[in-house]
């Protein structure tokens, strides 16, 4: 059979690659790995739990309670890695939950963010199920730290107050420019004479 025979039987067919591929269970492309149900919900977060991080790249589900000692090792193992990148500055961590255990401070969990848990684990080579998330304007993958958003939104911030005092100073030029019975002017004035 030729391949021109194959164009012209099949040449009214065409299918959606992506109603095709959930049909089918798994994808085309070799290179993409399909999410399990349980991880869509974090595939849109930004902040993840040390422990969920942990369970996700010994293999668990999040939220898993691992208890068989073999597995428990394997979960302990990422979590005390995941500390450390935190405690060398490798990892941002905020909200660290902390407990008491005979008079000694133990830290038990905290939120990571998940674009640099993901950057972290392709340099060491860990499996983990998620990519960079996309930021919009661009369109291309930004690995803007924390320190820079921080900066650019205390930037921002100084801007629009600065924006706030031009436009008080201006207020009291632009009453009584159409009405010399501003109820804000008379307002004000009452306000100053007392």
Do not use: C
């Not at 902040?47 to 010994?58: C, L, R, V, Y």
């Not at 009291?172 to 804000?184: A, C, G, W």
């Amino acid at each position: 059979m030729n391949i021109s025979d194959l164009d012209d039987k099949y040449g009214q067919y065409g299918f959606i690659k992506s109603d095709l591929e959930y049909l089918l269970g798994f994808y085309l492309n070799s290179d993409v790995k399909p999410l399990p149900d349980y991880l869509y919900p974090y595939k849109t977060r930004f902040g993840i739990t040390i422990k969920e991080s942990a369970n996700i790249m010994a293999g668990f589900k999040p939220m898993d309670n691992v208890t068989v000692v073999d597995k428990a090792e394997l979960f302990h193992a990422y979590l005390d890695s995941l500390w450390d990148a935190v405690d060398n500055g490798l990892l941002n961590a905020t909200k660290i939950e902390e407990e008491y255990y005979n008079d000694e401070k133990y830290r038990v969990n905290a939120i990571l963010i998940k674009d640099e848990v993901t950057i972290w684990a392709e340099k060491n080579n860990i499996q983990w199920p998620f990519g960079v998330e996309e930021r919009s304007g661009g369109g291309e993958k930004t690995k803007e730290s924390t320190d820079d958003i921080i900066k650019r939104l205390m930037a921002e911030n100084e801007k629009l107050k600065n924006e706030i005092s031009e436009v008080r100073e201006l207020l009291p030029i632009l009453l009584k420019t159409y009405r010399d019975d501003d109820p804000l002017t008379l307002e004000i004035e009452i306000r100053r004479e007392n």
